[in-house]
Protein backbone atom coordinates (compact mmCIF):
# COMPACT_ATOMS: atom_id res chain seq x y z
CA UNK A 1 0.00 0.00 0.00
CA UNK A 2 1.11 3.40 -1.19
CA UNK A 3 1.74 6.10 1.58
CA UNK A 4 -1.74 8.17 1.03
CA UNK A 5 -3.72 4.99 1.26
CA UNK A 6 -1.87 4.26 4.76
CA UNK A 7 -2.53 7.82 6.16
CA UNK A 8 -6.23 7.29 5.24
CA UNK A 9 -7.03 3.78 6.71
CA UNK A 10 -5.26 5.16 9.64
CA UNK A 11 -7.57 8.37 9.74
CA UNK A 12 -10.50 6.18 9.42
CA UNK A 13 -9.63 3.84 12.31
CA UNK A 14 -8.58 6.33 14.39
CA UNK A 15 -11.98 8.29 13.84
CA UNK A 16 -14.27 4.55 14.28
CA UNK A 17 -12.01 3.43 16.87
CA UNK A 18 -11.59 6.78 19.13
CA UNK A 19 -8.28 5.91 19.63
CA UNK A 20 -5.78 8.64 17.91
CA UNK A 21 -2.37 6.05 18.90
CA UNK A 22 -3.90 3.28 16.65
CA UNK A 23 -0.82 3.18 13.31
CA UNK A 24 -0.94 1.65 10.05
CA UNK A 25 2.34 0.72 8.99
CA UNK A 26 3.80 -0.40 5.76
CA UNK A 27 4.14 -4.09 5.19
CA UNK A 28 8.11 -5.48 3.89
CA UNK A 29 7.64 -6.67 0.54
CA UNK A 30 3.74 -7.06 0.53
CA UNK A 31 1.13 -4.07 -1.79
CA UNK A 32 -1.87 -5.38 -1.19
CA UNK A 33 -1.79 -4.97 2.94
CA UNK A 34 -0.55 -2.90 5.82
CA UNK A 35 0.14 -3.80 9.77
CA UNK A 36 -2.08 -2.30 12.58
CA UNK A 37 -0.64 -0.88 15.54
CA UNK A 38 -1.47 0.17 19.02
CA UNK A 39 1.63 2.23 20.26
CA UNK A 40 4.38 -0.34 20.00
CA UNK A 41 2.12 -3.44 20.60
CA UNK A 42 0.63 -5.30 17.00
CA UNK A 43 -2.92 -5.82 16.66
CA UNK A 44 -3.72 -6.78 12.95
CA UNK A 45 -3.44 -6.95 9.21
CA UNK A 46 -4.96 -4.38 7.14
CA UNK A 47 -5.93 -6.37 3.58
CA UNK A 48 -6.94 -4.63 0.37
CA UNK A 49 -9.57 -6.66 -1.53
CA UNK A 50 -10.04 -5.52 -5.05
CA UNK A 51 -12.89 -6.72 -7.37
CA UNK A 52 -11.91 -6.29 -11.38
CA UNK A 53 -15.82 -7.06 -11.93
CA UNK A 54 -16.43 -4.05 -10.89
CA UNK A 55 -13.68 -1.92 -10.53
CA UNK A 56 -14.77 -1.82 -6.68
CA UNK A 57 -11.92 -1.73 -3.72
CA UNK A 58 -12.71 -2.68 -0.33
CA UNK A 59 -10.71 -3.37 2.90
CA UNK A 60 -10.25 -6.32 5.37
CA UNK A 61 -8.96 -6.43 9.10
CA UNK A 62 -7.63 -9.23 10.47
CA UNK A 63 -6.86 -9.41 14.51
CA UNK A 64 -6.41 -12.39 16.88
CA UNK A 65 -7.17 -12.48 20.12
CA UNK A 66 -5.42 -15.19 22.26
CA UNK A 67 -6.58 -17.00 24.69
CA UNK A 68 -4.31 -15.61 27.52
CA UNK A 69 -5.05 -12.89 26.29
CA UNK A 70 -8.89 -12.61 28.05
CA UNK A 71 -7.78 -13.88 31.26
Same mark, same amino acid.
Request: without cysteine.
Given at each position: ?K????????????????????????R? %?K??????????????????????????????? %????????? %?
Amino acid at each position: MKREEILKLEKYLRSVFRLDIIEVRQRP %QKDDSAEVYIGDEFIGVLYRDEDDEDDDQSYSF %QMAILGFDL %Q
